[in-house]
């Protein structure tokens, strides 16, 4: 199986457990025409769970992107 068709079969998983809501973001950052931060969030997102919330309070400081992770109505 070539590289192409795996990334496109874990993909095609990764949507079928995406909410509706969140899957244009996904698509758009997979396919490389969106800005760095909203890739940034559809990774933030797709790591907790796509719990807005959670992203606020994420506690993985070891990742790279944690810094950069955008924050839903934080105060």
């Given at each position: 199986m070539s590289d192409d068709k795996k990334i496109a079969e874990k993909r095609a998983q990764r949507l079928k457990a995406c909410p509706q809501a969140s899957q244009r973001g996904l698509?758009?950052?997979?396919s490389g025409k969106c800005s760095p931060r909203a890739a940034i969030k559809a990774f933030c997102l797709e790591?907790?769970?796509?719990?807005?919330?959670?992203?606020?309070?994420?506690?993985?400081?070891?990742?790279?992107?944690?810094?950069?992770?955008?924050l839903f109505g934080a105060k």
């Amino acid at each position: 199986m070539s590289d192409d068709k795996k990334i496109a079969e874990k993909r095609a998983q990764r949507l079928k457990a995406c909410p509706q809501a969140s899957q244009r973001g996904l698509m758009r950052a997979w396919s490389g025409k969106c800005s760095p931060r909203a890739a940034i969030k559809a990774f933030c997102l797709e790591c907790v769970g796509y719990e807005r919330a959670a992203v606020n309070e994420c506690a993985a400081f070891a990742c790279p992107l944690w810094a950069y992770r955008p924050l839903f109505g934080a105060k």
